[in-house]
């Protein structure tokens, strides 16, 4: 039996009752919600809150007091900020230019386009036909960086905003922009705008630092206005860069930052230069050891620098011996300083070298310093324009390495890690008027720092040696 489609009854129609609203109901509830949404955002800004107090206050005095009384205390707070800006600059930068400058291009750059920017850049999300925008939190700005702090929207990476950085740059009229991750706020990512780069003048030679070896050595300018310290102390330093990217600048700021701590009898610096001395000649005479090659010697025209480094290691085999329950990180001190490997070309000494024999004695003596010297107090600082394995076999014991400017950009990944480039590390894009620029990638931390490092000239290398001892030592007998 079959089902019938023949229906007796009509089909019944459902109309929606209407509901009318007057339009001035409308409206009000939209001047409502904005007003609501304005008085929220001056409670949530301090500096709002201060001009409308300031001018009212102003208003009231004028009409109710006298007229001199505002003006009066106007007069006297420009006179104040001014006498603030001459007796303290420091204090004025911080406290008053910066937070103007702050709120100036909060409001006025990052807010008033932001909505745009990021539908623009792809990084809206759309659900359900509405639009979900990544809420801006925060901007703080210095001199040469916009800090612009943001809650990613559920589903989306870091990676997400790195892909576009570029394009957010050129929305907000930045030179640049890098994408960093917070620790410990997995959910929130900051985006540092490039407005006006310190980078593209020569940096001058810091003054030397009586914390050198606790806090870091001041070896670089960052390019939002602060200093760079080098940690050498229990680390090991890689530096890459093609020919006359700036390698010469790197090492001479770390001998200029350790010259005090020489003087004094914490440290001592082992010089290794393959190219017969002519990169590190002017710095000799701060070396305690210095093996630059010798043609005429009986085992070859590297011998001379395994023995250095085969010595090297004694020292740290010996170190090994008497700190073995004691402590798990030397203490430089007079009896026992730091002592740090100088090595201007590592390629000279892993991959261009024809003797077999010296070769395997070089190999291992430096894979036993990278894997072992640095708890001990014995450092490697090494300096190389081809970062390839086959090159560098040992690469990957060095926790803080250097990317000057490249020639492909492949080096860079092999250099400061994976996807480094993707975070803004375009060592291949560096100009060749930059020497000196580079990324900085520390061991454990996901983006790279962009840096000059300073330049020192024949005279400033001559200067050095009227340092005067540090007035800070460590340790004073024995190892700690």
């Not at 409502?32 to 800004?45: A, D, G, P, Y």
């Not at 790279?448 to 540090?470: C, I």
Request: aromatic content about 8%.
């Amino acid at each position: 039996m079959g089902l019938s489609t023949y229906r007796d009854e009509p089909p019944a129609f459902f109309r929606p009752e209407t509901i009318r609203v007057s339009l001035w109901l409308v409206l009000g509830l939209w001047l409502v919600r904005q007003l609501f949404r304005l008085v929220w955002w001056i409670v949530r800004t301090p500096s709002a809150l201060i001009t409308i107090a300031a001018l009212t206050a102003f208003e009231l005095g004028w009409h109710y007091v006298h007229p001199a009384l505002p003006l009066g205390v106007l007069g006297g707070l420009v006179v104040g900020l001014v006498g603030w800006r001459l007796r303290g600059p420091v204090t004025f930068e911080a406290q008053v230019r910066l937070r103007v400058r702050t709120w100036w291009r909060a409001g006025l750059v990052y807010r008033r386009r932001w909505a745009t920017a990021m539908d623009t850049a792809g990084l809206l999300v759309e659900r359900r036909r509405t639009d979900y925008v990544p809420p801006l939190l925060g901007v703080r700005s210095t001199r040469t960086v916009d800090r612009v702090r943001v809650r990613m929207l559920p589903g989306q990476r870091v990676e997400d905003y790195a892909q576009v950085a570029d394009r957010l740059a050129a929305t907000f009229g930045a030179q640049d922009c890098r994408v960093r991750s917070i620790r410990k706020r997995r959910h929130l990512v900051e985006l540092w705008f490039l407005v006006n780069d310190p980078l593209e003048t020569v940096v001058r030679p810091f003054e030397a630092a009586e914390d050198a070896l606790t806090a870091g050595i001041p070896v670089a300018l960052v390019e939002d206005g602060t200093v760079f310290r080098l940690k050498l102390v229990g680390s090991h330093v890689l530096c890459v860069g093609a020919t006359g990217a700036g390698k010469g600048s790197v090492l001479s700021a770390i001998i200029a930052g350790l010259v005090p701590f020489v003087i004094g009898g914490l440290v001592n610096i082992w010089a290794v230069d393959p190219k017969g001395g002519m990169e590190l000649a002017p710095c000799r005479r701060f070396f305690t050891r210095f093996a630059r090659g010798n043609s005429k010697a009986a085992g070859g025209y590297e011998a001379s620098l395994a023995e250095l480094l085969e010595d090297a290691v004694q020292v740290m085999r010996e170190r090994q011996d008497r700190l073995f329950g004691v402590t798990r990180l030397h203490t430089p001190s007079t009896d026992e300083p730091l002592i740090v490997v100088l090595v201007d070309e590592l390629a000279a000494l892993t991959a261009w070298i024809n003797d077999r024999a010296v070769k395997k004695r070089i190999e291992s003596a430096l894979g036993l310093l990278l894997s072992q010297g640095r708890a001990v107090g014995v450092v490697v600082v090494g300096a190389i324009q081809d970062p390839r394995k086959d090159v560098l076999p040992q690469r990957d014991l060095f926790p803080i390495r250097i990317g000057l400017r490249l020639n492909e950009a492949e080096h860079i990944d092999l250099t400061l890690g994976r996807a480094a480039r993707l975070r803004g590390a375009a060592c291949d894009m560096i100009p060749d008027t930059l020497p000196g620029v580079g990324y900085v990638q520390l061991d454990g931390i996901t983006e790279p720092v962009r840096v000059r490092f300073a330049h020192h000239t024949d005279h400033d290398l001559a200067a050095l040696s009227h340092t005067d001892r540090p007035a800070l030592t460590l340790v004073e007998g024995g190892a700690a």
